[in-house]
């Protein structure tokens, strides 16, 4: 085997191995977000009727997560005091 053909088959090779790190590693990041977003959702449906009214704050090592829940217009910070 011709030594430039077999190094260029081992750059090819490390290259589609790189691409593939690549992309299982940014699907894993979007699974956990929406692992994630499914459970807040979770949490939120669980709440009792009475604590539905108002804001929902989770705060984590790198995210602030605030949810609004409930018609009530100063929930949102608008409306009249």
């Known amino acids: 085997m ?5 190094t260029g ?7 589609i191995c790189r691409l593939s790190y690549w992309w299982i590693a940014s699907r894993a990041e979007v ?8 459970g807040l959702t ?3 449906r669980l709440l009792s009727q009475e604590s539905r009214r108002g804001r929902l ?5 790198g995210s602030e997560v605030e949810i ?5 217009p100063r929930a ?5 005091a």
């Open 2 to 6: 011709d030594p430039v053909f077999a």
């Open 9 to 15: 088959l081992i750059v090819l090779a490390g290259g």
């Open 31 to 38: 699974q956990k977000a929406a692992l994630y977003q499914q």
């Open 42 to 44: 979770d949490r939120a």
């Open 57 to 61: 704050s989770e705060r984590t090592a």
């Open 68 to 72: 609004v829940m409930g018609d009530d």
């Open 76 to 80: 949102v910070g608008g409306g009249c």
